[in-house]
């Protein structure tokens, strides 16, 4: 995941537009969406000012580990759940047929 793909993935998370972040760090929107796209990349001025903003550490803004490891949390749960539909289908037919 580039550093573009995380800031979306994060102002998403934190229920921010890229307006909201703008005003945060006093910078325009439009400097917020060419990051978003990754056709630039903040100072390291501005990457300090997006942590805080966001509240997230440097290291968490600039490395996909965390949320990797939310992503298999999630794949995770997902396949817990699927099982459990499977089960409930079973349970189901069985309670039917008595």
Do not use: C, H
Request: proline share 1%; glycine share 4%.
């Amino acid at each position: 995941m580039n550093f573009g793909e995380k800031l979306y993935y994060l102002l998403g998370k934190k229920n921010l537009t890229q307006a909201d972040l703008a005003r945060k760090i006093n910078q325009k929107t439009s400097a917020i969406a060419r990051w978003v796209t990754g056709k630039y990349k903040p100072s390291s001025k501005n990457m300090n000012r997006i942590a805080e903003a966001l509240n997230v550490s440097i290291e968490e803004l600039i490395s996909d580990d965390k949320i990797n490891k939310e992503n298999d949390e999630i794949k995770e749960i997902k396949k817990e759940i699927a099982v459990m539909k499977s089960e409930l289908k079973l349970l189901k037919q069985k309670l039917s047929k008595k």
